[in-house]
């Protein structure tokens, strides 16, 4: 029991130095830090482990992915020090958060419950809720130094550790589908009312589409008409709430579509694919690093933000690409098949979905390379190896069943 709850105590504080702890103010010139620090509990621990633990654990289904993200590390960071003349422990800072992936070994290594693993991604995915509407309430007052614009009449934040809620609201989905206990409406609803104030188009979009997919292909959700009738009573009222949101949204949407090809997402991606690699062919294999603020490369694509606003993280995995190559595509998008062709145990359905909301935005996020996704996402991807050894050890024992019943009628025969 002692161990175990040291375990979560050290998994959150390692969560709680990925997201940078909410970018709180005060600790405003500790941020970047905060986070290499949990980077280093991370692989203090797995050394330790590796010295006195020598337990065998549930396999891991991952280590190809994460092998080709370690590859991509590397080789970014040598094309960063040969091609863009940045310093090696320039780049070694700045790609900070691709140390989170280690985690992953960390918990086989810790062999955390996945009932406290889901308990911990409610939490957080709770603890961001309270602390964007503290924010919100209390605004113009500021506690974060997180992205808080005020846009066509509302606040808009935008702070480290979004992601769990996203992950909070599908497991509660699940729990709601297959039970019909309304305590579960709750955070969905809250959950849904944050996505609407934060102005996310596609948040908005990718989370409706996985709900509605939810519905649809899961066998265990009870009582359909039941709740495709609760849905919309509930859609409406957001919407009656939050019409306003709603309408700026959407009138953003138009422009950005009547702009084609003009569009500042596909110019930037045309961009960074095209010219800006045309005299280091070497790095559409291995990246260009993560770029240092200080350093001239970290200049010219500050440059390129301000005067293009050209953002590498709008562009997705294309951005993902820019900086760490070929490899950790490779990695991503093995981490994404890989979990969508698994069998798991239907306590654990809601992770499938998940990733095939990680699969339709990933052209716009480039959450694949920041530390607070890396961090709930290696926690999934161990989730997803404990499911798929439960759901192996039931089939087997399923399947030992018919052959002791052959074995008893034999017994009874030669009696």
């Given at each position: 029991?002692?161990?175990?709850?040291?375990?979560?105590v050290?998994?959150?504080?390692i969560?709680?130095?990925?997201?940078?702890f909410?970018?709180?103010?005060?600790?405003?010139?500790?941020h970047?830090?905060?986070q290499?620090a949990?980077a280093g509990?991370?692989?203090?621990?797995?050394?330790?482990h590796l010295?006195?633990?020598?337990?065998k654990g549930?396999r891991?289904n991952?280590?190809?992915?994460?092998t080709f993200?370690?590859?991509?590390?590397?080789?970014?960071t040598v094309?960063s020090?040969?091609?863009?003349?940045?310093?090696?422990?320039?780049?070694?800072f700045a790609?900070?958060a691709?140390?989170?992936y280690?985690l992953?070994?960390l918990l086989?290594q810790?062999?955390?419950?996945?009932k406290?693993?889901?308990k911990?991604?409610?939490?957080?995915?709770v603890v961001y809720?309270?602390?964007h509407?503290f924010?919100t309430?209390i605004?113009?007052?500021?506690i974060t130094?997180?992205?808080?614009?005020v846009?066509?009449?509302?606040?808009?934040?935008?702070?480290d550790g979004?992601?769990?809620?996203?992950?909070?609201?599908?497991?509660?989905?699940?729990r709601?589908?297959?039970?019909n206990?309304?305590k579960?409406?709750?955070l969905l609803?809250?959950?849904?009312?944050?996505?609407?104030?934060?102005?996310g188009?596609?948040?908005l979009?990718?989370?409706s589409l996985?709900v509605?997919?939810f519905?649809i292909?899961?066998r265990?959700v009870?009582?359909?008409?039941?709740?495709?009738l609760?849905g919309l009573i509930?859609?409406?009222?957001?919407?009656?709430?939050?019409q306003?949101?709603?309408?700026e949204?959407?009138?953003?949407?138009?422009?950005?579509m009547?702009?084609?090809?003009?569009?500042v997402?596909?110019r930037?991606?045309?961009?960074?694919?095209?010219?800006f690699?045309?005299d280091?062919p070497?790095?559409?294999?291995?990246g260009?690093?993560?770029?240092y603020?200080?350093?001239?490369?970290g200049?010219?694509?500050r440059?390129?933000?301000?005067?293009?606003?050209?953002?590498?993280?709008?562009?997705?995995?294309?951005g993902?690409y820019?900086?760490y190559?070929?490899?950790f595509?490779?990695?991503v998008?093995?981490i994404i098949?890989?979990?969508?062709?698994l069998?798991i145990?239907?306590?654990h359905?809601y992770?499938?979905?998940?990733f095939?909301a990680?699969l339709?935005?990933?052209?716009?996020?480039?959450?694949?390379?920041e530390s607070d996704?890396?961090?709930?996402?290696?926690?999934?991807m161990?989730l997803?190896?404990t499911?798929?050894d439960k759901?192996?050890?039931?089939?087997?024992?399923a399947?030992?069943?018919?052959?002791?019943d052959?074995?008893?009628?034999?017994?009874a025969?030669?009696?």
């Amino acid at each position: 029991m002692l161990k175990r709850r040291i375990n979560i105590v050290i998994l959150t504080v390692i969560i709680l130095c990925s997201v940078s702890f909410y970018q709180l103010s005060f600790l405003a010139s500790m941020h970047k830090m905060i986070q290499l620090a949990g980077a280093g509990i991370i692989v203090v621990l797995i050394l330790f482990h590796l010295v006195y633990s020598n337990q065998k654990g549930v396999r891991q289904n991952f280590n190809l992915a994460l092998t080709f993200i370690i590859i991509a590390l590397i080789s970014s960071t040598v094309t960063s020090y040969v091609v863009r003349d940045q310093k090696i422990i320039y780049t070694l800072f700045a790609q900070r958060a691709l140390y989170y992936y280690l985690l992953y070994f960390l918990l086989h290594q810790l062999k955390f419950n996945p009932k406290d693993l889901e308990k911990i991604l409610i939490g957080f995915g709770v603890v961001y809720v309270g602390f964007h509407l503290f924010q919100t309430a209390i605004y113009p007052r500021i506690i974060t130094d997180g992205t808080i614009r005020v846009e066509r009449g509302t606040i808009r934040i935008y702070v480290d550790g979004a992601d769990y809620i996203a992950a909070a609201f599908l497991i509660y989905l699940q729990r709601f589908l297959r039970s019909n206990h309304l305590k579960y409406l709750f955070l969905l609803v809250v959950v849904f009312a944050v996505y609407v104030m934060r102005g996310g188009r596609y948040a908005l979009a990718i989370q409706s589409l996985t709900v509605v997919l939810f519905l649809i292909i899961d066998r265990r959700v009870r009582s359909r008409f039941f709740l495709v009738l609760l849905g919309l009573i509930g859609s409406f009222a957001i919407f009656l709430i939050f019409q306003d949101i709603f309408g700026e949204l959407i009138t953003q949407s138009r422009t950005d579509m009547a702009k084609g090809e003009d569009y500042v997402r596909i110019r930037a991606t045309q961009y960074y694919l095209g010219e800006f690699n045309k005299d280091s062919p070497i790095a559409y294999i291995t990246g260009n690093g993560h770029a240092y603020h200080a350093s001239n490369y970290g200049k010219t694509i500050r440059l390129n933000t301000l005067k293009y606003r050209y953002y590498l993280s709008d562009i997705g995995l294309f951005g993902n690409y820019v900086y760490y190559g070929l490899f950790f595509v490779l990695g991503v998008l093995s981490i994404i098949v890989r979990t969508l062709r698994l069998r798991i145990h239907t306590d654990h359905t809601y992770v499938k979905y998940f990733f095939v909301a990680i699969l339709i935005g990933l052209t716009t996020s480039g959450a694949f390379g920041e530390s607070d996704f890396i961090g709930m996402i290696v926690i999934i991807m161990y989730l997803v190896d404990t499911s798929n050894d439960k759901y192996r050890k039931q089939l087997a024992d399923a399947e030992e069943v018919p052959d002791k019943d052959k074995l008893q009628h034999a017994q009874a025969r030669d009696r």
